[in-house]
């Protein structure tokens, strides 16, 4: 039985404010639901190593979410982080932060993993997916142009692979495509059929 046919006895729902996310799920047929935004603690213990982040905080995000679930509720977090020389790099805070973000990442390689959630009333799965990336060197012209026109303050790294610096500066990728867009729908697809 196909997953779209499995999901119409169960609500899924989609923990996430990001409109990404949002089309990648709908793009794989799946119907669900995107929760209300809710706060959530995203600290991380400091002592985690890098790659267990995204993980982590998609297990808070799956945590602090203010509902209880019906007995046929699927809910999805994930949570997706940037790292380059062990250092994650969240959403920037301002411009200055996402220059120094792109001057970090320019003409070298990073990782970007995505943690993702499922849970019921009942059980809960977890599981991460890794994808390399390596961008050109970029000029300050190039990363002025990107941040004003862009303004990229709400992803992690302070780019996303589907605009404008995906194209001009990614010589290379590693792993899902759709990873670094924020959710490795593959993955999710397979691991939801699975948990149901």
């Not at 706060?39 to 905080?57: H, K, L, N, Q, R």
């Not at 990363?143 to 026109?149: D, F, K, N, P, Q």
Request: a negative charge; hydrophobic letters at 40%.
């Amino acid at each position: 039985m196909l997953l779209h046919e499995k999901l119409k006895s169960y609500h899924l729902i989609l923990a996430s404010a990001s409109p990404r996310r949002r089309q990648l799920l709908a793009d794989c047929g799946l119907v669900f639901d995107v929760a209300a935004k809710f706060d959530c603690d995203e600290s991380f213990p400091t002592d985690m190593p890098s790659s267990g982040v995204a993980e982590y905080i998609s297990q808070q995000k799956s945590r602090f979410y203010p509902h209880a679930l019906a007995p046929n509720d699927v809910l999805v977090t994930a949570d997706t982080v940037v790292i380059v020389d062990d250092t994650i790099l969240g959403k920037p805070t301002d411009e200055q932060d996402a220059v120094r973000m792109l001057r970090l990442l320019s003409g070298r390689a990073h990782q970007v993993i995505t943690g993702v959630t499922l849970r019921t009333a009942e059980r809960e799965r977890s599981f991460s997916v890794e994808s390399r990336v390596v961008f050109r060197t970029l000029s300050d012209e190039e990363i002025a142009y990107y941040i004003r026109e862009y303004r990229p303050f709400d992803k992690a790294g302070a780019y996303g692979i589907q605009e404008w610096i995906g194209y001009v500066a990614i010589e290379s990728i590693e792993g899902s495509f759709f990873n670094v867009m924020g959710l490795p729908v593959q993955k999710l697809y397979v691991e939801l059929d699975k948990f149901l």
